[in-house]
């Protein structure tokens, strides 16, 4: 059965959700975007993800995103396309120009506002458990990102390249390294466990502030770790008790070699075992 798409203002089967091959996402790349986990129905975290979708356009200058609407075009769907476990995505470009041209359109160019959701299947599900229980490979490769990946820009290229260099080299993830410090993963974040302490790059203009890496350092303090916002050195990897990655579809995810070398003693830590139960206890208050 053909799933619904929210396109403008409408409810269409996937097969009618069409855009312009003018659109300015598809020339330009000029549109943002978000990624929303839903658990048994329920999307996790909407509020916070829409927060960041509003600050995205703004930062852009597209229109602000109606977040109530939203919200509800978000429940509709999952009701619709029978959504148990998956993600929603929504993008948001600066819609339609012809003829071709980088300034912005003047006059009526209206955005396009896309929601549509996919399901994650069971074995799909069971390979994600299946790395967080084991960890994961990651490589690290150099930053080629422009000064603003703070804004969810659907702009990828970079973290494109980086990520299938990391599949073709047997790994999870690539982690940038800028001026010697390695930020952040192609689709993820980075923490460190240094000295006994937990170590993230500091939210900045260098890194996308993911919701999951917000929720994981409210949770890292109230279990009582310190947590720095700070640059992990590449030079201090090998000095690692643990690295773990944290986002909206791998949650917290253990990285246990990297480049080759083993993490800490190469096996899943127990700070990233307890940060993982902490995003699970969330998840299961959703029900
Ligand atoms: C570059 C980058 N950093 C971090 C993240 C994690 O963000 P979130 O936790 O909001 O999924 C993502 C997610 O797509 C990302 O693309």
Redesign the pocket.
Known sequence: MSSTVYLNGEFVPHERALISVEDRAFLFADGIYE?VRVYGGRPFDLEPHLARLSRSAGELRLPEPDGEHLAAVTRELIRRNGLDEGTVYFQITRGVHAPRAHAFPTGTAAPTVVVLTHPLSPEALAAGEQHRREGVAAITVPEQRWAR?DIKSVSLLP?VLAKQQAVERGAYEALFVRDGFVI??????LFAVLDGEIVTYPACNY??N????QRVIRNARELGYTVREQGIPLGALDRCQELFL????SEVMPIVAVDGKPVGSGAVGPVARALQAAYRDAVRALR
Do not use: Y
């Open positions: 990624v990946c973290n952040e993963g192609s689709s993820s974040n890194i996308l993911g919701i999951a890496r944290t986002s909206t579809t």
